[in-house]
């Protein structure tokens, strides 16, 4: 084989390699989506945008982040997702909310979300959101979810503040477990138990 071929085979060689591996070092650079390398286990997909939308539906992210996607079964678009939910989640610890993620990701870095979903939130997190479950993830897999939601762009939409214990909440609550497991009690504002059905309808409500 002539000279220039063997080189030039050598030269693609090593860029597939490179390829396949995501090597490449604007990988690593917050903001792009490529996918950077990573060690052990975690999401591969295109970029880190598609990754990481992928892992909020199988993560279930979106069923408290998401207003509605319980009760559409996820045929919520894009443009409304992660802008928070406006049912409680009442326990020992309060009653907390699934808060607006896209206002989140607009104002806070992606290493500050990294840390916060490593460390509980510094020990603050409440049920339900699964903290024992982000704080095993690959931090490539947060830093994907993080980069999907931020690329939504802003979304202005409010939701009420979480509520310390014995402070009663005004709208529609879910009861909750010491374990963040959803159990079958909800109420109306005026405090009225509600069976799980009409509690679905209240949630719908909301949106």
Not at 120 to 144: F, K, S, V
Not at 184 to 203: E, L, Q, Y
């Amino acid at each position: 084989m002539p000279l220039y071929r063997k080189t030039a085979a050598a030269i693609a060689l090593v860029a597939f390699t490179v390829a396949c591996h995501g090597g490449a070092s604007a990988g690593a650079t917050a903001g792009s989506s490529t996918m950077p390398p990573s060690t052990g286990p975690a999401m591969q997909a295109e970029s880190m945008e598609q990754a990481g939308e992928y892992l909020t539906i199988v993560g279930s992210c979106n069923d408290c982040h998401t207003q509605g996607w319980v009760e559409s079964k996820g045929k919520i678009p894009p443009a409304d997702r992660f802008a928070g939910l406006n049912v409680g989640f009442r326990g020992e610890w309060g009653t907390s909310y699934g808060k607006n993620l896209r206002t989140i990701t607009q104002r806070q870095s992606e290493d500050h979300w990294v840390e916060v979903l490593k460390t509980t939130d510094g020990g603050d997190g409440h049920p339900p959101m699964p903290w024992w479950n982000t704080a095993q993830m690959n931090e490539r897999d947060l830093r994907a979810i993080y980069r999907y939601i931020k690329s939504l762009g802003p979304n202005p939409k409010g939701v009420p503040r979480s509520l310390p214990p014995g402070k009663e909440p005004t709208g529609p609550w879910i009861w909750n477990s010491a374990l963040g497991l959803s159990v079958a009690v909800c109420t109306a504002a005026d405090g009225s138990p509600m069976k799980r059905s009409a509690c679905a309808i209240a949630m719908a409500a909301t949106k």
